[in-house]
């Protein structure tokens, strides 16, 4: 099973609210990683983890936070939504450094 | 860091003709990947093809690691088909990097 599953699959949310999205995967990956994707723009990865230490990109370092309780999930929380936080949020596990990714189908947020 | 190159930028097909999508890279990869990303959004692994030719259905993958160039052959185009396809080789340790995509359409 190659599945990767996200939570919800829709999302709508008000500026200035909190925002939890849930990735899960039964492949017993040791990568876990959250994408951002707006149309016409390439996936941009906002963070993952490696086991347990989370890696997150400098340019979004302050906007999203994540948490692993355990090996199968991974979350991405925002803190204060933003309209400019409307967007796909794409979950991917791999096995390890260099190895194939696969993606869950997606949260689409749209913060009103 | 790695640079993905991808084209055509956009391609629009009558249904049943082939497809070829070409993805080049700056620097060698040990892993790449092709993905189908639907109207929706959503990212649908299709091929992992590091090196040589890999064939599922009516996809055909070719990569030349020591020229960086990796292509996709859709034959016999569907209408379900549309959508944007991506290549994304490993730009070192656990990350990837996307190209810009090619968007297919295809037309009954």
């Known amino acids: 099973d190659t599945t990767v599953k996200q939570n919800p699959r829709y999302k709508l949310a008000r500026v200035g609210k909190p925002v939890n999205l849930i990735c899960s995967q039964t492949?017993?990956?040791?990568?876990m990683y959250w994408y951002q994707k707006k149309p016409n723009q390439a996936p941009k990865l906002l963070l993952f983890?490696?086991?347990?230490?989370?890696?997150r990109e400098a340019d979004t370092f302050e906007k999203f936070q994540s948490s692993r309780p355990n090996n199968s999930f991974c979350s991405l929380y925002i803190g204060s939504a933003g309209l400019e936080y409307s967007a796909m949020y794409l979950c991917?596990?791999?096995?390890?450094?260099?190895?194939?990714?696969?993606f869950g189908p997606g949260t689409r947020l749209t913060v009103l | 860091g790695q640079q993905v190159q991808q084209s055509p930028a956009s391609l629009v097909l009558q249904e049943g003709e082939n497809a070829e999508l070409q993805c080049n890279f700056s620097?060698?990869?040990?892993?790449l990947q092709w993905f189908y990303q639907s109207p929706g959004g959503s990212l649908v692994s299709l091929l992992s093809?590091?090196?040589g030719t890999k064939h599922t259905g009516r996809l055909t993958s070719t990569t030349v690691t020591k020229e960086r160039r990796s292509s996709l052959h859709i034959s016999s185009s569907q209408t379900t088909d549309s959508g944007t396809y991506l290549c994304?080789?490993?730009?070192?340790?656990?990350?990837?990097?996307f190209g810009s995509g090619t968007r297919l359409l295809v037309s009954p």
């Open positions: 991917a596990s791999s096995g390890g450094a260099g190895a194939e990714q696969f």
């Open positions: 492949m017993n990956h040791d990568t």
């Open positions: 983890y490696y086991d347990k230490i989370l890696n």
């Open positions: 620097s060698t990869a040990t892993q």
């Open positions: 093809n590091p090196s």
């Open positions: 994304a080789p490993p730009t070192g340790g656990y990350k990837v990097v």
